[in-house]
């Protein structure tokens, strides 16, 4: 029991790593869309050209940790959600390599196509992580531990939205990253993008979080009946302090206060999240009339789960230890003066 | 099947980057490593000649392994969940041992040379090469489990569970495996070089990098090649002893009789159940593989139709291996004898020879993981789950138009990346060969581009 609650944080704590490591270097790909001089590209990719690797890697860590401790999980989610994540891998596999791709192009013309392929890969990848997120709220159709729902199940009007949501959420992780790590002109632009874009965040954030409950009534239950609401409604008021918090940040000129803030709102609205599941894994789908998919239904036997918890245990100290270390050695403002013509 | 093809394709693409990783970051670690121990230039600059090429190839590297985790679940998803017990922590172990080593320390080696001291730098470096080989140790358990499948239990409901991790991990194939795998990536790699240098040496055969390059390579092709030739032998024993049906396959084998011959060339026929115009040696497949003069090999006749592998692609992806694996030993024999003559970097046909071999060992790691996975159908689990109880209940169009776009998608992109590398590698390495060119921050901290380095891959939005 103690083990699969272990594992259920454990994995909880790896997507939620990716999504605020892996969010904001999506972000910048994003901002590529709006800052179009080569100049502050070079910078813009200058700052997670070194991180971008590792950020990706929690999404490894993500989708192994989930077949190995929960592989029926594993066997439904990613069947029912089919062209939604073959469509964002390969939209992460053109962004991976435009990285490198960029600075090898021989002429302009080739370089700006592999910007155009950084951006729209960034973007695409992070709709469909919305649509991911979207299709699993909204529950999936189970019979005999396999996928029995239909090809096109995912696309509905709620995933849609959450994958809008997302992309401007990412952005708006992109945009406070290069205030923290830019200065100068585009430091100035990016705290007028992320002024924007914090509006259409907090906005989708209300609509999201005022449909969810209206999927499924367990959710309903959970969020508004009594006693859960002891545990839901600090939710929003702290997702409000913290809006607080960041627009003051952004007034006064802060470097690292609006990016923390964003990170906070990520962070606040995945709490959410895991209190509307508890303690599902997989939400059953609408008008089926089954249970969900629990953590325990979904684990792995004991011993699968004890062997990689050891591993766990020692090494995940040991990956955040060398990650800071990383982001420590290139820690800075990226300098932008060489890059300006 | 498409799910088949589909896998085939991402994994074939995939493997040979890994394999290239693995040998390149060793090569890398040791290069770094002798330049501080002897603080010759020529180290460094051959370093950061093939720094470059790593950069591109591990990204590469990178993403296509993200699609393999995520494709055992959209197209085997009955297989996760039947085997995730088992399989899932080996690459659950692959993540956080290797993937995140290498990961994290990759920007600093790529990046970071004047951000860290030097002997950081080769730590990173290091840590780097031993990421891409504690990789191989778990990817490689986990596919020898499949093959060889031991220290479980089987559920009532049809469940893989873990019995014996000790077990698992350590099954029978799984070190003649790790070997094979290993060794060949350093041997492909090898090859490589040596192509590279070869084809720099004949326009200029004074470059000292070229030299060093090739001097290297050919060390490593006359020691690695018979090495590996042993390792493979004893790779096949195994497999004899654990998939007879595997071994039947790649030799063409139908009848199981005293003092099997070995066949050459021929064609085997699923069908008729015989191969045609086989062209044998007698006695001689015996003597190999069962090192005695009358040993009996079984024949596929002895396995039902149903658990035969498709011999005709089995037979010939083993013969393409093993020929490559003999000619590089040759090559190696070769290069050495010029040296003890000291025309080791003179020798024309050597040098061309060597650049016509530029993708021998890559072709031979691809033709091996071709015998060792077709070689195991019709299981995914030997001899316990089948393939077609392994897919997903996606529909067929789904995987049609997934498998077009996939293709898609890597011919755009490994083709722009082979560009990209074989561009890297037409320019010959200069004295004072620069590292990445990527427009970072470190360059204001005084790296300034090499001025061999061609124009217009620099940032143009540069100071200049």
Redesign the interface.
Known sequence: MMLTLVWAGLIAFAVLAYVLLDGFDLGVGILFAVER???D??VM??SI???W??N??W???G???????F??A??????AL??A???M??A???R??S???R??????RG?LWWDAAFMVGSTIAAFCQGLVLGGLLQGIHVEN????GG?WDWLTGFSVVCGVAVVVGYALQGACWLIWRTDAALQFRCRRHARALAIATLGFIVVVSLWTPMLNPLFMQRWFGWPGILLTSPVPILVALVGWVFWRGLAWRGHLTPLLCVQAWFALCYAGLAISLWPMIVPPGRGTGQPGITIWDAA??P??QM??LV??VV??PI?LG??CY?YW??R?K??P???Y? | MLARVQFAVTIGFHIVLPAFTIGLASYLAVLEALWLATGRRVYLDVFQYWLKVF??I???G??????M??E???NW??F??????????L???????A??????????M???RE??GRVMHLIATMLVAIGTLISAFWILAANSWMQTPQGYTLSPDGRF???D?WQIIFNPSFPYRLVHMVIASYLSVAFMVGAVAAFHLRRDGQNQASRLMFSMAMWMAVVVAPIQILAGDQHGLNTLQYQPAKVAALEGDWDTHPGTPLILFGMPDMQTERTDWAVEVPHLGALILTHTWNGAIRGLKDFPPDDRPYSPVVFWAFRIMVGLGFLMAAVGLWAAWLRTRGRLYASPELRGVVLAMAPAGFIALLAGWTVTEVGRQPFTVYGLLRTTDSV????L??VAV?LA??VV??LI?FG??LL?VL??LWRPPTVGESG??????I??AGITPAPGL?A??S?????A
Request: glycine share 14%; net charge neutral.
């Open positions: 001089r080569e100049a590209r070079d990719l200058s050209a070194p991180m690797d590792g990706e890697t999404l490894v860590l989708g192994g940790g989930l077949l190995a401790v592989p029926l594993y066997a439904v989610i990613l069947p089919y062209p994540i073959i469509a891998l390969l992460l596999v053109f991976g390599v990285f490198e791709f600075f090898r192009a021989a002429s302009l370089r531990r396999v996928y029995a090809w792995a036997p011993s699968s062997f990689l591993g766990a090494l995940i990956i060398y990650t990383a050695v290139f800075g990226v300098q003066g060489l890059f013509d | 950069a591109v591990f990204g590469m990178v993403v296509s392994g993200l699609m985790a995520y055992f679940g959209t998803a009955r996760s969940d039947k085997v995730g017990p088992v399989v899932g922590p690459m659950g172990y692959e993540v956080l041992t993937f995140f080593l290498e990961s994290g320390f990759l920007g600093i790529l990046f970071g951000r860290v569970l873990p019995a991790w997903s209940p996606v529909g169009p789904g997934s776009a996939i998608v890597y992109v722009a990346g990209f561009r890297l990445p060119p990527t427009g970072l921050p360059r204001a061609a217009p891959a940032h143009d939005g540069g100071v």
